[in-house]
């Protein structure tokens, strides 16, 4: 059984910024790809970010050039530091891997992009 924690949600207002992590419960120097998606309300998850073991980061283009995805091993954890942040980037974000064949999800942290 995997456990995901995020942290680092929030109230922001349009143009901040804010730090999303996801620490893992197991060691994720196995874990090859670890995601973060998001889901607005209303609408269907979505893929914001991914990156593998090699370091290696895929960006949906809605985020790409505002939001770095990145993790530390060593702490099992993975981030999303998340630029210019607009309103249209208000959801809940949740981290996601897949370890020996199982999906897991976490929680997830809602992020509120306003005025």
């Known amino acids: 059984q995997v456990q995901l924690v995020e942290s680092g949600g929030g109230l922001v207002q349009p143009g901040g910024s804010l730090r999303l992590s996801c620490a893992a419960s197991?060691?994720?120097?196995?874990?090859?790809?670890m995601d973060w998606y998001r889901q607005a309300p209303g609408k269907q998850r979505e893929l914001v970010a991914t990156?593998?073991?090699?370091?290696?980061?895929d960006y949906s283009d809605s985020v790409k050039g505002r939001f770095t995805i990145s993790r530390d091993n060593a702490k099992s954890t993975m981030y999303l530091q998340m630029n210019s942040l607009k309103a249209e980037d208000t959801a809940v974000y949740s981290c996601h891997v897949r370890y020996y064949g199982e999906d897991y999800w976490g929680t997830g942290t809602l992020v509120t992009v306003s005025s």
């Open positions: 197991i060691s994720i120097f196995g874990v090859n790809a």
């Open positions: 990156i593998n073991l090699g370091g290696i980061t």
